[in-house]
């Protein structure tokens, strides 16, 4: 099988008005436990109007941003609404951190959901708020980023046990230079998972390889 022992390829999307603020200090801790970890790790700062076909090359999105005046940052909640960003997550595992002031029990229940209404599809693998004073705690961070790779791993488990690859579409696979093999290996796996097959073979390659051009 030509993926078992692939590296996780994670990009953070987030927002922030402070340009060096907490959010951005965050975001760089978090980039560098997750490479510590084994991860390849791109970060990315949301604009509501760009384009986001490039997160279909990631097995793994993580998103977050600070909250403002009762809202999450806006250009993380304009890419949502606004951008082809939804679009390219359909199948995406994704990773959800907010930093805010309010107490734990009202930042979950109020801010986590305006991120989690536009994912209801999404298989979810951690969510986590953080307080301001959690931003530079390790100990936090670290439980964030195991909690990451703990149910990622789980879900490539079950996905891997579930999934085969035919010798042809190995081969077809191998033929492909590197950059876009991994696009179509993780676009293939994700439609495979998504429509239930067992098997990986060249149509289900083409047809995915369909969903990606559309
Ligand atoms: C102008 C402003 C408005 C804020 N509004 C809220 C809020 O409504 N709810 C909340 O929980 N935290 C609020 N906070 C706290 C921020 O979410 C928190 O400090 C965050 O870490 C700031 O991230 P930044 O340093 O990247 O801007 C606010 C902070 C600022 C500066």
Not at 5 to 25: H, W
Not at 49 to 59: M, N, R
Not at 63 to 77: D, I
């Amino acid at each position: 099988m030509p993926n078992s022992s692939q590296q996780m390829k994670a990009i953070i999307l987030y927002d922030t008005r402070t340009a060096g603020g907490s959010t951005d200090r965050f975001i760089d801790a978090l980039g560098l436990k997750l490479a510590e970890k084994g991860a390849y790790v791109e970060k990315g700062k949301c604009k509501a109007t760009a384009d986001y076909s490039f997160v279909q090359d990631f097995d793994v999105v993580i998103m977050g941003a600070p909250v403002y005046y009762l809202l999450v940052a806006s250009e993380l909640l304009g890419a949502l609404i606004q951008s082809n960003l939804k679009r390219h997550l359909r199948r995406k595992k994704v990773a959800l951190f907010l930093t805010c002031g309010s107490p734990e029990p009202m930042a979950y229940m109020m801010y986590l959901p305006q991120i989690k209404i536009h994912l209801v599809r999404n298989k979810i693998l951690a969510e986590k708020v953080f307080a301001p004073q959690q931003l530079s705690d390790d100990n936090a961070l670290d439980a964030y980023v195991k909690d990451i790779f703990h149910a990622y791993r789980k879900a490539l488990k079950i996905r891997n046990a579930a999934l085969t690859w035919t010798n042809e579409a190995e081969e077809m696979l191998e033929q492909i230079p590197g950059f876009f093999r991994s696009r179509i290996r993780i676009a293939a796996e994700e439609y495979a998972e998504e429509m239930g097959y067992s098997e990986i073979t060249l149509e289900v390659i083409d047809e995915a390889k369909g969903e990606l051009e559309r």
